[in-house]
């Protein structure tokens, strides 16, 4: 069975500041990983898909890397900005499947 | 842009009551899933259908819970009777179908069981 893990759990920056945060898995035979953004009380907002034979993805200030041999990705966020205060979640399918596991998510706070 | 559209968006009901859940994907994507997320936690799923087919349902408790996609495009989950520890937020997703697609997720109908 897949196990998503994820730290730091909660996360608070200063408006401006770089900030990474990672995501590991234990079996890491998988097809791609997912970062989703979730507001309080609201549903997943995908933010980056990495394919298992990519390296990293980017979307605007945000990146996303992949290293599936070390069961590990991070997803640095630059110059981080009020509005970037959400929970963010890795997600991995198991092998064999298209299901997604899902960590515990890290609760980003920052502050103005 | 398209969204994955799930109805209520909050519901409030007595334990031993039924509650339906709704949702429609998508348009085109053939794999639909229901997650359950409890409160701090990760969604975790109930079940996933491809097309009107069910893939997976091992974690759904299916004495209380069950889910159909007629036709293969809009679904129900339903649980019947309610029970407190079922208060939750209910996910649906959508995707193309395939080993590599990205998964798509509705707004979420938040359940608190009284």
């Known amino acids: 069975k897949q196990e998503v893990t994820q730290i730091p759990a909660a996360l608070s920056v200063p408006e401006g500041e770089n900030l990474v945060l990672n995501c590991s898995f234990t079996d890491s035979a998988i097809y791609n990983l997912q970062w989703f953004r979730q507001d309080p009380g609201k549903g997943l907002t995908s933010l980056l898909l990495?394919?298992?034979?990519?390296r990293e993805q980017t979307s605007g200030r945000l990146n996303a890397s992949l290293d599936k041999s070390s069961g590990r990705s991070t997803l640095y966020i630059a110059a981080s900005q009020p509005g970037d205060s959400a929970t963010y979640l890795c997600?991995?399918?198991?092998?064999?499947?298209?299901?997604?596991?899902f960590g515990t998510g890290t609760r980003l706070t920052v502050i103005p | 842009e398209a969204e994955v559209a799930q109805s209520p968006r909050y519901k409030i009901t007595e334990k031993s009551q039924a509650v339906a859940f709704w949702c429609d994907p998508i348009?085109?994507?053939?794999?639909l899933y229901w997650y359950r997320q409890i409160l701090g936690q990760g969604p975790e799923l109930l079940v996933q259908f491809q097309d009107e087919s069910v893939v997976d349902d091992s974690q759904l408790p299916k004495d209380r819970f069950s889910a159909e996609r007629l036709k293969g495009v809009d679904s129900t989950l339903k649980i019947q009777p309610a029970e407190l520890g079922d208060s939750a937020m209910y996910l649906c997703?959508?995707?193309?179908?395939?080993?590599?697609?990205?998964?798509?997720f509705g707004q979420g109908t938040r359940l608190t069981v009284v």
């Open positions: 997703a959508s995707s193309l179908g395939g080993f590599s697609t990205e998964a798509f």
């Open positions: 990495i394919q298992s034979s990519q």
């Open positions: 348009s085109g994507h053939a794999t």
């Open positions: 997600a991995v399918p198991l092998t064999g499947a298209n299901n997604l596991f």
